[in-house]
């Protein structure tokens, strides 16, 4: 794995531009694996202005989600979708027919997990963009989570249903499911790029690069990927 130390979330998230538009214009027909979060907020914003800027098209394009509540659909605004529609997909030219998230409100959820992973193996990404959880967890593979695992439906963690409270009215109205791309799915990505800012990401990133390859800690397997860069802020590498 390839480590970047930056000083701030500005200088992380002009990094993952650079990495992301490497791959991009090498590829028109690239196949992006994205991820929510507020991580990657900048970095969707700087696609948006370079695209804006600079022209780079998004038109051959496909995406990947990596998860989505249980639950909720784009007409929830606490909704995976909703959050890319708003933060990255209407800021670019990509075709909203060719951006794929799990559908929260699939009525057969063991039918939508096998959609979901056929998808995945249709559309192996080019580049797989990831946060990471202040336990560890990529996607929502929690702590535990099985290195080959597939998509699948996960019962969240409650540090995960706290973390991701803030961005709720209440905890309560936190979902407790959610669809998710598994490690394996994750893994299969051409090259990855994981970014981390802030104190809190502090411990899962001393994991991450220094702890032992073990399913307690799932971004751990990413050292065992031949092309992963991690990117982080002072904050967030300061035990590395
Ligand atoms: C959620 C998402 C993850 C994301 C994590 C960190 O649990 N499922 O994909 O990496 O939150 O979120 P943030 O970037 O807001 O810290």
């Known amino acids: 794995m ?8 500005e200088e992380m998230s002009e990094e993952a531009l650079k990495v ?6 090498g590829n ?3 196949v992006l694996g994205l991820a929510t979060g ?10 948006a202005q ?15 989600n990596l998860d989505e509540y249980v639950g909720l659909d784009a007409s929830s605004d606490q909704s995976y979708v909703y959050f890319m529609r708003e933060n990255l997909f209407k800021h670019i030219d990509i075709k909203l027919e060719n951006t794929h998230i799990p559908n929260g409100k699939a009525p057969d959820k063991n039918a939508e997990c096998a959609r979901y992973n056929a998808l995945l193996g249709e559309l192996r990404q080019d580049i797989q963009v990831l946060g990471i959880g202040s336990n560890g967890h990529i ?10 695992s597939v998509t699948h439906i996960v019962d969240l963690a409650e540090s995960t249903i ?5 961005l ?6 936190v979902p407790r499911q959610a669809f998710t791309m598994g490690l394996s799915n994750i893994m299969n990505a051409k090259k990855i790029l994981i970014l981390a800012n802030g104190e809190g990401k502090a411990n899962a990133i001393r994991e991450l690069v220094l702890g032992e390859i073990r399913e307690e800690v799932p971004a751990s397997i990413l050292r065992n990927h031949p092309d992963c860069i991690l990117i982080c802020d002072e904050s967030a590498g300061k035990y590395i």
Do not use: Q, W
């Open 38 to 47: 507020s991580t990657p907020l900048g970095l969707y914003a700087k696609m």
């Open 162 to 166: 706290k973390d991701n409270s803030r």
């Open 168 to 173: 709720f009215n209440s905890i309560d109205e």
């Open 28 to 30: 028109e027909g690239s």
């Open 2 to 9: 390839k480590v970047i130390k930056v000083k701030n979330y």
């Open 20 to 25: 992301v538009l490497e791959v991009v214009k």
């Open 139 to 148: 996607a929502f593979n929690e702590p535990g989570t099985a290195f080959d």
């Open 50 to 64: 370079d695209h804006k800027e600079n022209g780079t098209s998004y038109a051959e394009c496909r995406a990947v």
